[in-house]
Every structure is written in C-alpha cells, then in structure tokens.
C-alpha cells in the first residue's frame, strides 16, 4: 500500500536548527511536497522535490533521496511564528497526493 | 481578495439534518477538490473536479455529493449527517496537471460539528 511516515511531534529552540523527516511509499512517483499548516488555518505550500538532492528557499530547505524514500524539511533560524504542523506529501504515479498526518513542530523561546 | 473561499467557516448541526459547503476560487485553475481532514490531522481526498468535470471519487459514503456548476465553483453537499462526518472540510484548487504544476491552494476550512 502507500503510506508516508513523519513524526508526530518535535520540539526546538528559537534560533536553533531543526530537520523534520518523511519516509513514502508509493506506486509510482511524481514528486515530494512539503506544506506547512498553522492551528486551525489552511496548509500553504512551502517546497516541491522532484529530482534528488536540497532545494533551498531562504530559512527553508527541502532534501529529497528518490532511492531511499527519504525527504526532509530543514529549517534554520528558528522563529516563534514557525510554531505549526507540516505535513509531508508525495504523489504517485496517477498524479494524485498521498498525505502524511503531519509533525508539530513547536518552538520555545 | 481571498483566492479559494469557502463558506460557512463553521457549521454546527443535528445529526440527519442536510447541509452544504460552498466553495469558489478566482485563480482561474483548472482543478478543484474537497478535502476531509479529521482530529488525527490526515488529510483525506473526497472528490476532485476538473474542468466541472469529475476525476477523482474516493471511497466516501453516497450522502455526500459534490457538485461543480463551473469550474470556479465546486460545493459539496451533506445528506443525512452522522457524527462521524464531524472534521474540518478544505477546498482546495490546483492548475492541474502532472508534477509541480500540482501545487494546492487552499481555502481557510470549514469546520463542520454535528451533534
């Protein structure tokens, strides 16, 4: 079947560094999406990987390993306001998204 | 001006009642979908319409029937509603197509609560 595996929760320091993995299975495969989802809002996408290798975007960066299943969201500079969920997303080879159940992340000052 | 905006934003009802979502989008994409997502936060396709037309129908109970009188606008419908149905609905729009052209657009969730 296909499934994607992320924590469910992970704590961090404000300034500090965090990496949040996602493990997929898929049939088939089209692409990596990471989106971020604060309480009680709507997810806003934040990177898609395609190819292996890190995609970098300002205080975020997204790695993706096609061979090992393997992404993840690297966020550095740590601010309160990134206190939310994000959920890790791939899709097949229908196009459509297999969703994980998302990791919330929390930031102490 | 919201790009993807669904309404209402909270729905309190009694079980077996009739009640419906409405949702529209001014980004002129091609593709439209409902998303269920429950208290454990899995986000759960229902239905996905493109170009008013219907391409994705998961497994969802038949009380629920979606329906796209353009391609703007994508409403669902809830008949006999249980308990269970309580969760937070997003509509979400997409260009469409394959790969990064995929990139979802959410609207700001309905949260439906049936006693």
């Known amino acids: 079947g296909q499934n994607i595996d992320q924590p469910t929760e992970m704590t961090a320091t404000e300034g500090a560094i965090v990496q949040i993995n996602c493990t997929y299975q898929?049939?088939?495969?089209?692409?990596l999406f990471w989106y971020q989802q604060h309480a009680g809002e709507a997810p806003t996408f934040l990177s898609y990987?395609?190819l292996d290798g890190l995609e970098e975007k300002g205080r975020f960066s997204s790695f993706l390993s096609r061979s090992k299943g393997y992404s993840y969201l690297l966020l550095k500079e740590l601010q309160m306001k990134d206190s939310a969920s994000y959920l890790c997303?791939?899709?097949?080879?229908?196009?459509?998204?297999?969703w994980g159940a998302g990791t919330k992340l929390i930031i102490k000052p | 001006d919201t790009a993807v905006s669904q309404t209402p934003k909270y729905l309190v009802t009694q079980m077996g009642n009739d009640k419906s979502i409405k949702c529209e989008q001014n980004?002129?994409?091609?593709?439209m979908y409902w998303y269920k997502q429950d208290s454990k936060k899995f986000l759960k396709i229902m239905f996905s319409?493109?170009?008013?037309?219907?391409?994705i129908n998961e497994t969802v109970p038949n009380r629920f029937s979606p329906k796209s009188p353009d391609k703007a606008h994508l409403n669902l419908h809830i008949n006999s509603l249980e308990l269970g149905d309580s969760a937070v609905y997003f509509c979400?729009?997409?260009?469409?197509?394959?790969?990064?052209?995929?990139?979802?657009?959410f609207g700001a969730g309905s949260r439906l609560t049936v006693l």
């Open positions: 979400a729009s997409s260009q469409g197509g394959g790969s990064g052209a995929n990139v979802l657009t």
């Open positions: 980004l002129g994409h091609d593709t």
């Open positions: 319409y493109n170009n008013k037309e219907l391409i």
């Open positions: 898929t049939s088939g495969f089209n692409g």
């Open positions: 990987n395609v």
């Open positions: 997303a791939a899709m097949d080879s229908n196009y459509q998204l297999i």
